[in-house]
């Protein structure tokens, strides 16, 4: 009854910790020391590792927990022990004593053959285990350098892309600048057009008012022409009257010609009285003889008229062919007047007209020097597009290039780091010597922690 209590004491303490031991212990392990003892039997190892219905590791130590528990003190100090053997950190957990490694209970059941045998399995399992996991981590390594390798190929992928990158990041900055650069040409096209159409309005304002001035000079030289031509006629009208009046005869010239004219009529008078008297004395005397002398008298009488009459219509004449010869010559001296103003017009428009000409030949010749300046313009511009575009294609080329040199020395250096990854795997693939029990305590305390 006491060793019941004992166990059921022992058992119970060890309940404590059984989330603790379901989680670190590894059943398959401990097993194999538990059936050297004779805890348990084979079904129950059966049982516990090859039950279909316990997949878990944590079921299959739970399991074996609840076997043990059924066999009593012994299946507790058999737990024990394999606790201190394969988890020595467990086992200083739960009993809080240091693994001693006495293993009475292996000795008492199979003596130390027994002990021995199970520690020759346990050494080879233990040599299988860290064959295994060498071969793992050579796996490991050869994995993780691969994975550099990747990485490497990654780096060198991303640096390509970083440069590809860069380079679009550069083309597109250049092509921002080239449009700012469009768009500032354009503007500057555009301004010197305006300024261009302004100054030719301006010019052909100024053209215009130039031509406006000549024409009102050209007028006012014509009015001034005319009002000279009218001054000159008016002129020698004056001076044709004044010397019409200084060849008028004087008021005395004029009283002696009346004189005479009073005389001449009184001689006639005296003359006509004296021809009476001849005729009343003739009548007298020769009475027969009458009728004859006034035949002749009334024949003279009548040639005298006809001669007075002659020379009234001859001075008639005279006076009229003056008049028309003043007339005439009036005429002849205007016609000269505007002979002289036709022949200044036209020499006016003939000036007029050769200034035209020569402003139109100077218009032509700007005109071609304009034309002649833009083509040399337009020439010299699209020779530096020219020059400009060949530059850039240098600038790509180089750039490409430079690119290719690039990709070139970053594909060297990826096989440079595959050929040293390369052999270092093959420095690894190397046998290299390894010891029975190496790291065996190190790993048992990585699996409890």
Known sequence: MLEEDNDETCWNNLENFRVKLISVIDPSRI?????????????????VLNDPSLVMRKRKAGVLLDILQRTGHKGFEAFLESLELYYPQLYKKITGKEPSRVFSMIIDTAGESGLSQLLMNEIMKLQSTVQEERQKAQELTMWLHTKED??????????????????A?????????????????KDENYNLAMSYAKQSEEKSAALMKNRDLILEIDRLKHSLMKAEDDCTLERKHTMKLKHAIEQRPSHEVMWEIQQEKELLLAKNQELENTLQQVAREQNLEKSLSNDALENDCSQILEERRELMNTIYSLRKELQRSEVLQDKYAEEKEMLELQCTSLRKDSQMYKKRIEA???????????????????????????????????YRKQIRELGERCDEMQLQLFQKESQLLATEAKLKRLQLELPTPTSDLDDTSSRDSQEVS
């Open 356 to 390: 035209v000409l020569q402003q139109m030949e100077e218009v032509a010749s700007e005109r071609d020097q304009a034309l002649l300046t833009r083509e040399q313009f337009y020439m010299q511009y699209s020779k530096n597009l020219v020059e400009r575009d060949a």
């Open 31 to 47: 097993t194999p020391y538990l059936r050297q003892c004779k805890v348990i039997s084979h079904d129950d190892e059966e049982q």
């Open 150 to 167: 990747t990485i490497r190929e990654m780096w060198v992928r991303d640096s390509l892309l970083h440069k590809h990158q860069e380079r």
């Open 169 to 185: 990041q550069k083309m597109k900055e250049e092509r921002d600048s080239l449009s700012k650069e469009l768009r500032k040409c």
